[in-house]
């Protein structure tokens, strides 16, 4: 059963505008979040985090937000640019295993 | 640095063959990790490595084993290929206790036919 989900699996947004990557969890024993990055044929890159213990961590562009009692975090880039076109995972952490959603697909229209 | 690199990068198997997968870092990493990535199902955990001579299950370990002789490298072998392991396998490895981040390896696309 899939602990992490990510329900859309594609998103276009026009550049500048900004793209709000969704992920629901359902296991409440994770501690921690990250998003990924990937483009095709190379591995993912890491983008950003956030403990459970937070509920917003910022880092340039990219701005993650953790609602725990709706088990949601999101993923928002402003402004969008058509460098952030890939695929977006987020993934979970509890004890030494992480949990990865399927990955959505981001085109940013120049 | 070369950062985390996995040979081979392609592989074609016919079923009840063997193989090894191999994975090397040079960040002096103590975490590594396998994940196999199959279409909509995301990224998922095979086995994975908290040191040295070290390896636990993931959350599809079946049909795989591991081995960490050295810290640099992680090995997944698979001894009787089947077609449900035909996926693209990805490495990582992350520091201990600095950051949950992982790195990942280039990924290596095996077909089992």
């Known amino acids: 059963d899939q602990q992490v989900k990510q329900n859309s699996p594609s998103l276009s947004v026009q550049e500048g505008r900004i793209s709000i990557l969704n992920c629901d969890y359902t296991?409440?024993?994770?501690?921690?979040f990250l998003w990924y990055k990937k483009y095709p044929a190379e591995g993912p890159t890491f983008l950003i985090s956030?403990?459970?213990?937070?509920d917003k961590n910022e880092d340039g562009r990219f701005t993650v937000f953790l609602n725990k009692s709706a088990k949601h975090l999101s993923l928002h880039i402003v402004p969008s640019q058509p460098g952030d076109s890939a695929v977006y995972f987020c993934?979970?952490?509890?004890?030494?295993?992480?949990?990865f959603g399927t990955g959505t697909s981001l085109t940013v229209i120049p | 640095n070369a950062g985390v690199t996995q040979t081979p990068k392609f592989r074609v198997l016919k079923t009840g063959q063997s193989m090894t997968l191999l994975c090397a870092q040079d960040?002096?990493?103590?975490?590594m990790y396998w994940y196999r990535q199959d279409p909509g199902m995301g990224l998922r955990l095979i086995h994975y490595?908290?040191?040295?001579?070290?390896?636990a299950k993931g959350e599809v370990p079946d049909g795989y084993n591991v081995s960490r002789l050295k810290k640099q490298n992680f090995l997944l072998g698979l001894e009787s290929a089947a077609p449900s392991q035909t996926s693209v396998y990805f490495c990582?490895?992350?520091?201990?206790?600095?950051?949950?981040?992982?790195?990942f390896g280039p990924g290596t696309r095996l077909t089992v036919t």
């Open positions: 960040m002096n990493h103590e975490y």
């Open positions: 490595s908290v040191g040295e001579g070290t390896t």
């Open positions: 296991n409440s024993m994770f501690d921690y």
């Open positions: 956030i403990s459970s213990i937070k």
């Open positions: 993934a979970a952490r509890t004890g030494n295993q992480f949990y």
């Open positions: 990582a490895s992350s520091y201990l206790l600095v950051s949950y981040e992982q790195y």
